[in-house]
Antibody, heavy 116, light 107 residues
Framework: QVQLVQSGVEVRKPGASVKVSCKAS????????IHWVRQAPGQGLEWMGW????????KYAQKFQGRVTMTGDASITTGYMELSRLTSDDTAVYYCARGGGGLMYWGRGTLVTVSS | EIVLTQSPGTLSLSPGEGATLSCRASQSVSSNSLAWYQQKPGQAPRLVIY???SRATGIPDRFSGSGSGTDFTLTISRLEPEDFAVYYCQQYGTSPLTFGGGTKVEI
């Protein structure tokens, strides 16, 4: 069965960077894009961007351009999302999800807390 | 970007009643690439409907989606206790992908 397993809780200081991983299994990793979506406490869902693992092509939401980098390693079927220059507004649960006509499969989320 | 506006913000209903959730787009959604997700506290979203009207795997037939262009609806015919949650619409036909603000279905 399809599974997306994310890395654990992260705590960072303002100005730092964080890198979240998403280990995929149960399907051909290079056949589907990996999307990243975040959710601040008590707020709605916010799409950050996607990566197509077969080509390494990416598309980022304008809001995160210049601050986010999404990568993938097909040899270990893992996607990564790195966010730099963190502020308290980046405190959120970060989800990875598999693309393809709606986001059918999601990771459980990674809580990133930014606090001095 | 396409802005999705969901209404109402909160729907207060009882088990057994029907629910109608609305999602309006600021411009036409390409190829009816509109999805609905259910989210419960502390959980990841769960895909309910994709392509505006196709139920995702494992979703009971009391859930149905309809609409095209800029107006979409999620209908839950008879609410079960496990259906009380927040529902989000999302368009995935045009980049950037965008989500609506959500509708909370509460008892």
């Amino acid at each position: 069965q399809v599974q997306l397993v994310q890395s654990g809780v992260e705590v960072r200081k303002p100005g730092a960077s964080v890198k979240v991983s998403c280990k995929a299994s149960g399907y051909t990793f290079t056949d589907y894009a990996i999307h990243w979506v975040r959710q601040a406490p008590g707020q709605g869902l916010e799409w950050m961007g996607w990566i197509t693992p077969n080509s390494g092509g990416t598309k980022y939401a304008q809001k995160f351009q210049g601050r986010v980098t999404m990568t993938g390693d097909a040899s270990i079927t893992t996607g990564y999302m790195e966010l730099s220059r963190l502020t308290s507004d980046d405190t959120a649960v970060y989800y990875c999800a598999r693309g393809g006509g709606g986001l059918m499969y999601w990771g459980r989320g990674t809580l990133v807390t930014v606090s001095s | 970007e396409i802005v999705l506006t969901q209404s109402p913000g909160t729907l207060s209903l009882s088990p057994g009643e029907g629910a109608t959730l609305s999602c309006r787009a600021s411009q036409s959604v390409s190829s009816n690439s509109l999805a609905w997700y259910q989210q419960k506290p502390g959980q990841a979203p769960r895909l309910v409907i994709y392509g505006a009207s196709s139920r995702a795997t494992g979703i009971p037939d009391r859930f149905s989606g309809s609409g095209s262009g800029t107006d979409f609806t999620l209908t839950i015919s008879r609410l079960e206790p496990e259906d009380f949650a927040v529902y989000y619409c999302q368009q995935y036909g045009t980049s950037p992908l965008t989500f609506g603000g959500g509708t909370k279905v509460e008892i």
